[in-house]
């Protein structure tokens, strides 16, 4: 699976809205690109996932580069329960079942 | 709650002693990995079933370590003679694949088990 570079910390305004970015610059065309987060001493959560076009769910969106080697995850109105260490991961969904973690970005969001 | 259970949330053990995890996943799913996760690292893979067969088995399962999922189900992890370096959290993560904008394989983690090797 191609590596992952994101900031290790970022602070964030309570209400506004929280962009992480991540780049992702040795990305195969068959490599999704997933997000995840994990808050204090829990598991890992499931936030969104894409392969090129630009997603959104209830959680977040997610913006993906049109080259595919970097994206950014948007959450649009930062909440204090939104503080966690968000993990960019990219892999393909054949063949290589596992996911590859980083140290991810510690996002706080400030009162 | 149908999400990924996993038990006990808490073990402490000596070192010497063996111990054992159980994690169940979500019903419909019929993959389950292991992860774990010592302080400051994300999740690192141990292991990954489908159905009942194990088909890959990371560098960091020793020996000591083993893993099964008997009926494609529930699974277990045991460590045998824990030593401290083994002290970490354990997760179970679960999926199914599905087609959903291409196929996809997302993994839903459970709470992990926190393992204190005195």
């Known amino acids: 699976d191609a590596k992952t570079t994101q900031p290790p910390s970022m602070d964030c305004a309570e209400g506004r809205a929280a962009n992480l970015p991540c780049n992702h610059s040795?990305?195969?065309?068959?490599?999704?690109v997933y997000w995840y987060r994990q808050i204090h001493s829990q598991g890992p959560q499931y936030i969104i996932h894409?392969?090129?076009n630009n997603e959104t769910n209830e959680m977040a969106s997610l913006i993906i580069t049109e080259d595919r080697k970097s994206s950014t995850l948007i959450l649009p109105h930062a909440t204090l329960r939104d503080t966690a260490v968000y993990y960019c991961?990219?892999?393909?969904?054949?063949?290589?079942?596992?996911?590859?973690f980083g140290t991810g970005t510690r996002l706080t969001i400030i009162p | 709650d149908t999400g990924v259970s996993q038990d006990p949330r808490h073990k402490i053990t000596k070192r010497g002693q063996n111990v054992t995890f159980r994690c169940d996943p979500i019903?419909?799913?019929?993959?389950l990995y292991w992860y774990r996760q010592t302080l400051g690292q994300g999740p690192e893979f141990l292991t990954y079933?489908?159905?009942?067969?194990?088909?890959?088995k990371s560098r960091l399962l020793s020996d000591r370590f083993s893993a099964e999922r008997p009926k494609g189900s529930f699974s277990t992890l045991e460590i045998q003679r824990t030593e401290q370096g083994d002290s970490a959290m354990y997760l179970c993560?679960?999926?199914?694949?599905?087609?959903?904008?291409?196929?996809?394989?997302?993994?839903?983690f459970g709470p992990g088990t926190r393992l204190t090797v005195l």
């Open positions: 993560a679960s999926s199914s694949r599905r087609l959903q904008r291409g196929y996809t394989d997302t993994q839903y």
């Open positions: 894409g392969l090129k």
């Open positions: 079933f489908q159905n009942e067969a194990q088909l890959e």
């Open positions: 040795t990305i195969s065309g068959n490599e999704y």
């Open positions: 991961i990219v892999r393909v969904n054949f063949g290589n079942e596992k996911l590859t």
């Open positions: 019903s419909e799913h019929n993959r």
